[in-house]
């Protein structure tokens, strides 16, 4: 159970700091702006530092990045931000780059999300067969299906992935409130489960490497991405725990990306660790 954590210091001095404070087993960081094209140069002692760490850490992409956009410029930036977090990630040690899937904005109505799927395989196939096995994955994020998004449900990674080729290093990274804002409805009779089954169907049962664990602000099917802190949502507590106990999600971190900063994140940090610690009734 972890959190994003503020890397001010140095990515290991900030980024372990913050760990510590809010009693983080993993963390997720920024090595760039999140809202920008800028990329900043790595400190080689403190990627070594981080590296040796022992904390697992995972890489949040820009948010600007969209590889089926139909304007070349955003493309070509949003190629070079992917790999640029690549190479971050492997000098880190991070085990995972998460980026956005995309939307298919700028294409003709007609084949607009078919071209833009077809440009994000041409953008990231040749950075993932870069990747050495031991490399960072890179983690596809599906959202909450506004506008034009190329991922939003479940069943949508099926052709993401498939324009990947379902290459090896080709993870997934599930948002709890994209999810519940795309129409999966996590507070239903069986609603973990069946949105399990349909990550396992469209995805593969092994692709899901990260977890976003983020309540809802807005009820089921909103498409619009507004997180809350765990429990106190339109999710609530208990599809955090079924989640937490499910068998594809063994061994699967989970990240809150909660509003609230440091102390909002060490609440929701020992809440996920209590349901992890309880697990629902057989």
Known sequence: MGSHATVTGGLATGGLRYAAEVAAE?????????????TASGDPAQDER????????????????????????????????????????????????????????GWPAASGRDDALRQAGALLLPLLEELADDGPDLLIEPMA??????????????????????????????????????????TAPGGVDDLLAALANAAGPDRVKLVHANDSQLGCGSRKDRHEAIGKGEIGAEPFRSLLAHPLLAGVPFIAETPGGKEAHARDIAVLKDLRDQPPAQ
């Open 26 to 38: 993993v963390i997720q960081v920024f090595v760039a702006s999140p809202r920008g094209w800028a």
């Open 50 to 105: 981080l590296r040796d760490s022992g904390i697992p850490v995972f890489i949040h992409a820009p948010y600007l990045i969209n590889v089926g956009s139909a304007d070349p410029s955003v493309a070509g930036k949003s190629a070079a931000a992917v790999a640029f977090g690549l190479r971050r990630g492997r000098e880190i040690g991070a085990r995972g780059v998460v980026i956005h899937a995309g939307s298919a904005v």
């Open 145 to 186: 299906g506004q506008g034009q998004m190329l991922c939003a449900r479940a069943e949508d990674l099926g052709p993401y992935l498939e324009a990947l080729r379902r290459h090896p290093k080709a993870g997934v990274c599930v948002d709890t409130c994209h999810m519940f804002a795309a129409g999966h409805d996590l």
